[in-house]
């Protein structure tokens, strides 16, 4: 399982994220994603523990705290689903 952390400040950093969720367990991996062209972090991150006891218990205990100024939300990350919107579909041949 990976946790979703929103809404966090922009001065957040990994080191940040791994003390405050070490506090639950060992964390394995923390992404903080960043916007492609201006090259800063987009606000939230993912953080994945060792095992999904201490998963839960971060969620339950850090969902809603207020850290860094900021009223963090929490939660079990859900699975990217892909939007061929985006990429359009040009495998299919266009009638005009």
Do not use: C, H
């Amino acid at each position: 399982m990976t946790i979703y952390v929103g809404n966090l400040s922009y001065r957040a950093t990994e080191a940040d994220l791994k003390a405050v969720f070490a506090d639950y367990g060992e964390v394995k991996r923390v992404v903080l994603p960043t916007d492609r062209e201006t090259g800063r972090m987009r606000g939230f991150a993912f953080v994945e523990m060792m095992e999904d006891a201490q998963e839960d218990a971060a969620i339950t205990e850090l969902d809603g705290a207020e850290w860094m100024g900021r009223q963090l939300r929490v939660n079990k990350a859900k699975p990217r689903e892909e939007n061929n919107n985006r990429r359009g579909n040009w495998s299919k041949k266009q009638e005009y």
